[in-house]
């Protein structure tokens, strides 16, 4: 399925029902009074959470939601049937914009979560409601209230824990599949990954994580080059960054130092929040060079860079160094929730 992370829809909520205008007719009751029943309400329109939706593709077809109609109120005091709710699953970290007022209304952030976007109308009343001692035989009612229609904008932003980013064919997705059970595209040439992929990285029972392989980046991302740039919203949740290095580049010509500078200064124009986050490098195809050629270039690049951050080097193909740098992750992540948990308190 094409992965879809925005859409537009145009939501209906119901309209609520009339109030009835009736009076008792029966044999044997004379001046029966008035008996017409209020209108029903008309149903709302939530947008539900689920788990194990991962697009917003369904919305390229269906882009008008319309809830029932509450019913017209009726003769002998009865009511009218409220609308039902409509209810609309969509992918968890869905971001809902109101076209029209250029705002967020909501985030949903966590299964099972509902938003309400369109409440439906109030239903009418009817004569039965206007009854008093100085008006026995009213025949006012009032109609039901229209629902509310809104335009809305979908922007998914997947939820992980850490996000990968590197040129394309740095061996993201190889370490993605390396660590955990998702299997992303691999191939030896640019842009295999065509849209975002999450993996859940268990280290050990009870103690796992979420990571994030987005498109490749190139130079001129923020500018719209490539395809990465379409998906860089998706790391804003994430709590710190895998930024892969490629050792050994398809290109005879290219440098690995240049090419985390790239990848920065595409972090930097695209948000100044993001290229400020906690990021590591992972140094990988350690397997493609000589131990003594990759312990120089990963010091020469550590030194160029004034780098005093978290690094690792690995070979994603073959799993060397992977477990161990899991295992870092897991402990970093523990320890940020940790902090973060004392500071709410």
Known sequence: MKFVDE????????????????????KFVPRGGPDGGNGGAGGDIYLLAQAGLNTLADFRYTRVFQARNGQRGGARNCSGADGPDLVIPVPIGTIVHDVELAAVIGDLTADGQRLLIAKGGRGGLGNTHFKSSTNRAPRRIVPGSPGQI????LELQVLADVGLVGLPNAGKSTLLRAVSEARPKVADYPFTTLHPELGVVTVERHRSFVIADIPGLIAGAHEGAGLGVQFLRHLSRTRLLLHLVDLHPLDPQADPLADIRVIEEELACFSPELAARERWLVFNKADLLPEVERDAAVARILGALGWTGPYAVISA??????????????ERLEAVAQAAAVTDA
């Open 7 to 26: 859409a537009n829809i145009r939501v209906c909520a119901g309209d609520g029902g009339d109030g009835a205008l009736s009076f008792r007719r029966e």
């Open 150 to 153: 809104r335009e809305l904008h």
């Open 317 to 330: 193909i073959k799993g060397t160094g992977c477990a161990a740098l899991m295992g870092r992750l897991m």
